[in-house]
């Protein structure tokens, strides 16, 4: 059974950071595709970033670029997600989430492609 376990959301100004841990248990997170994803309130669920093993290539959101950072520590089996410069626009619950195999191209970004999901941490950034 995987497990995907969320924490490290909270309340934040504008500008600050925060960053979100994933521990992950059923599934070696070293080679598995590992993504990110958050959903605001009355919208869809929407990739923010995404590997398939540490050191790969990372997509990430064009609104996410150059603020966000996803890394991993195989020894713990966990994924982090490292938010700075946050605006209220990142408000929203985020989600880790663990594929069944390497994902190539757009399938990296859509859920579908992902089998297991973590029950999410809300993110609120205050103006």
């Known amino acids: 059974q995987v497990q995907l376990v969320e924490s490290g959301g909270g309340l934040v100004q504008a500008g600050g950071s925060l960053r979100l841990s994933c521990a992950a248990s059923?599934?070696?997170?070293?080679?598995?595709?590992m993504g990110w994803f958050r959903q605001a309130p009355g919208k869809g669920r929407e990739v923010v970033a995404a590997?398939?093993?540490?050191?790969?290539?990372?997509y990430y959101a064009d609104s996410v670029k150059g603020r966000f950072n996803i890394s991993r520590d195989n020894a713990e089996n966990t994924v982090y997600l490292q938010m700075n410069s946050l605006k209220p626009e990142d408000t929203a619950v985020y989600y880790c989430?663990?594929?069944?195999?390497?994902?190539?191209?757009?399938?990296?970004?859509?859920?579908?492609?992902?089998?297991?999901w973590g029950q999410g941490t809300q993110v609120t950034v205050s103006s």
């Open positions: 989430a663990t594929a069944p195999r390497p994902l190539y191209g757009s399938s990296l970004y859509r859920t579908t492609s992902y089998d297991y």
């Open positions: 590997n398939r093993w540490s050191g790969d290539t990372t």
């Open positions: 059923g599934r070696t997170i070293s080679t598995s595709t």
